[in-house]
């Protein structure tokens, strides 16, 4: 028999099961409430932003990159909005095809192709390379109807930079360039490598790599409403970009011009400064190259002609080439004896056109039978080697290094352009840390007339004449005159006061360059002709350098050997010259392999000196208008 069922136990066993139950919807629903907590209270602000991130985009604007201009306001440098045709290579699957048909639509020569692939292959972490830049109104529209055949291909509104004056004072602005793996280096040492989000191109040499983050400007951002896809809807809100500074340069443009056509097809450099302020007013090096080639992104047959040129016209000979500057090393040796004691002003003695030293003779250059008596003044108006090769010897390697090291020579002058070279200021410390060798003191004597072991730049010349010019006031020289802010107009000036005075005695530097007054005004000094019949008064010194050694007791003869192993020629200056008179320019003139200082550079600094205090341009202008 089937016992009955207890009513109290199915109770109990139902109001367990209710509590289980009621516990387990209530844990659920505390589970719940707690993640929504979670969610809502302690993780809001996370969410919010991620959330809003998946809504919207904040899309870089690129800004406007500063100005370039010359002393007077003449533009160097600019910026213009064009359209450029460019490839995502990710998303085209056969890239000569596309391009062959794009030429169907859009000219595309030999010359974008070579820039594309040549660009394509050093920047492989591109997403998109432009096959045609600057394109024109019915260009852009032309491609616009046939856009839906090209998948992968694209129009964009770029900013570009421009160089209006083609290749002049290309070795003072540099040029701009697309941002390389070195210079993605060089954005991370910036305070802000966010700032250059969306910056594609950046500054690569002179002015333009070295005033980088005053010409960059302030990144922008739109920010974007987009699809779940990525597209964009609308713009919500937008933080305008800052355009990048102007710079104003020191340099004169129509005598940077004037300079640049003194040269024609000569290699070499010349370096004006305004001694009073370091004011750089030419800064040239010849030849020269057209940075616009680089704007786009150069392509391989360009690239290829300026490496494979033998005058090396990339080369930056004013701030990274090196010489012997010969005896326009002759007025600081001068100033050296005079301060150190070891020659009085009215001192003699005879240049018979050699110099024994141990029974080696170090021969006169360029003169049979020497210049007879000599003292200081006419030793420089002369250009007396053998006078010099004494004094050498008198003062010794390290006396002649301390007293030229306060002028700048062998040291980096400080001038605001990246990448300068040192040269060679010898001593024994140096020749022992250089060579592990002692200092012998025959190797000295060369150095009285700027050979030997010198090695020096044209912009150290140039700074040291331009000290010299100032009675040992030590001025650093400079490019940039002013940085402008282009909303404000407010201009910051970026020259040094005083950087250094070099106590010299007033007297002996009178009498220095009144010798080198005497080298363009006397008869017998060595640029008289070159500077017969000037109305202003300027103090000079002719310089030969050796470029190849000639064995002792041979002789010189430049159309016996090849161009590039005659003498460079080479001239400092500055004008005027007149006693208790501050001159307004020095500079120092080098030709390569152009052989005397009077043949050569003498004359391209009168044409200089001309132009700058008379306003006389050179005769060849002068015919050609």
């Known amino acids: 028999m089937k016992p009955l069922r207890n009513p109290e136990q199915d109770i109990q066993r ?56 010359d002393r007077t306001g003449a533009v160097l440098a600019t910026n213009f909005s064009a359209y450029t045709l460019e490839i995502e290579p990710a998303n085209v699957t056969d890239l000569e095809q596309t391009i062959h048909a794009l030429s169907e639509v859009i000219e595309i020569t030999p010359r974008d192709r070579r820039r594309f692939f040549k660009t394509l292959s050093d920047y492989k972490r591109l997403r998109s390379v432009p096959i045609r830049t600057k394109l024109t109104d019915s260009e852009v529209a032309r491609f616009a109807v046939e856009r839906f055949r090209f998948p992968g291909v694209a129009l964009h509104a770029r900013l570009f930079r421009q160089y209006p004056l083609g290749k002049t004072a290309s070795h003072v602005l540099g040029y701009i360039g697309r941002i390389s793996d070195a210079d993605e280096a060089r954005i991370r040492r910036f305070a802000d490598p ?134 326009t090393y002759k007025p600081f040796m001068a100033l050296a004896a005079l301060e150190l004691g070891k020659r009085r002003p009215d001192s003699t003695m005879l240049d018979p056109g050699y110099f024994d030293f141990g029974g080696h003779m170090f021969r006169e250059g360029g003169t049979q039978g020497g210049h007879g008596m000599v003292d200081l003044y006419r030793s420089i108006v002369v250009s007396s080697d053998v006078y010099y090769y004494s004094v050498a010897n008198d003062l010794g390697v390290d006396a002649i290094h301390d007293f030229m090291k ?85 201009r910051t000036k970026v020259v040094d006061k005083e950087s250094a005075r070099i106590p010299l005695d007033p007297e002996y530097v009178a009498l220095v360059r009144a010798a080198m007054v005497g080298v363009t005004t006397s008869p017998e000094g060595t640029a008289y002709h070159v500077f017969k019949g000037a109305p202003y008064q300027a103090a000079g010194k002719t310089g030969t350098a050796q470029v190849v050694g000639i064995a002792q007791g041979a002789k010189y003869h430049a159309s016996q050997i090849s161009e590039r192993h005659r003498d460079h020629s080479l001239f400092i200056s500055f004008a005027p010259a007149q006693p208790g008179v501050q001159p307004k320019i020095a500079l120092a003139v080098l030709v390569e392999n152009g052989g005397w200082g009077s043949e050569a550079a003498a004359p391209i600094a009168r044409e200089v000196l001309d132009y700058y205090l008379l306003g006389r341009e050179p005769a060849a202008e002068k015919d050609a208008k």
């Open 406 to 490: 306060p002028f700048g020579f062998g040291q980096l002058t400080g001038i605001d352009l990246d990448g300068e070279s040192r040269g060679v200021l010898p001593s024994t410390a140096w020749n022992w840390r250089r060579f592990h060798q002692k200092w012998y003191r025959g190797e000295t004597i060369s150095l009285g007339i700027g050979q030997g072991k010198n090695a020096f730049t044209l912009l150290q010349l140039a700074h040291a004449v331009a000290t010299l010019a100032n009675g040992g006031v030590v001025m650093r020289p400079h490019l940039v005159k002013e940085i402008e802010d282009p909303n404000t107009g407010k």
């Open 194 to 327: 966010a700032n250059y989000d969306g910056t594609n191109y950046i500054g690569k040499l002179d002015v333009e790599e070295s005033y980088e983050q005053a010409l960059h400007g302030t990144t922008g951002y739109d920010k974007m409403e987009i699809t779940a896809g990525g597209h964009p809807v609308r713009t919500l809100a937008r933080t305008p970009p800052k355009p990048g500074n102007n710079l104003i340069l020191s340099i004169d443009l129509k005598l940077q011009e004037v300079v640049e056509r003194a040269f024609g097809t000569r290699r070499g450099a010349l370096i004006a400064i305004e001694p009073a302020t370091g004011d750089v007013l030419a800064f040239v090096s010849m030849p020269t190259f057209d940075p616009n080639l680089f704007v786009d992104g150069i392509d391989s047959t360009d690239w290829k002609a300026l490496n494979d040129d033998p005058d090396k016209p990339l080369l930056n000979r004013a701030l990274r080439g090196t010489y012997p500057i010969g005896s």
């Open 14 to 69: 139902f109001r367990g099961r209710l509590v289980a139950a009621s516990a387990l919807v209530a844990g659920g629903f505390s589970a719940l409430l707690a993640r929504f907590g979670w969610l809502q209270v302690v993780r809001y602000r996370e969410y919010k932003a991620r959330a809003e991130q998946n809504r919207t985009a904040l899309v870089p604007v690129t800004p406007n990159r500063g100005l370039i201009v």
